[in-house]
């Protein structure tokens, strides 16, 4: 998997394909931010009742709005969330919250 992503890293892509700047695209990465923790409970719900098809539909979403703002890590995650098939054993999805757990403490360590 890539690296985390970083506001720097996400400021950038938002600059440099689609000319956001400054408020706008912090804006846009604070609505990342609330996006991420309420994805994280609803899968971390998903995964406690078993339920592959919301871990699948919570990763498409994580993975569409990920890829808008250039997060390349987030994005992968919700790929494989999105792909995985977890026939039962929801191990790996447990691993990838843990992966996105970490990627929000650091956006939120790096907010101005």
Known sequence: MSE??????IRDY??????IKNADS????????????????EL???????????VKSIGHALKGSASNLGASHLAE???????H???????????LITDIEESLQL????RP
């Open 4 to 9: 985390l992503d970083t506001l720097e890293d």
């Open 14 to 19: 938002l600059a440099e394909e689609f000319g």
């Open 26 to 41: 912090d804006e846009m990465i604070e609505m990342l931010i609330d996006s991420l923790i309420s994805e994280i409970q």
């Open 44 to 54: 971390k719900d998903a995964v406690k009742a078993g339920n592959a098809d919301a």
């Open 77 to 83: 995650i919700g790929k494989t969330l999105e792909t």
């Open 85 to 95: 098939k977890a026939n039962g054993d929801f191990s790996k999805s447990v691993e």
């Open 107 to 110: 956006l939120q360590q790096q």
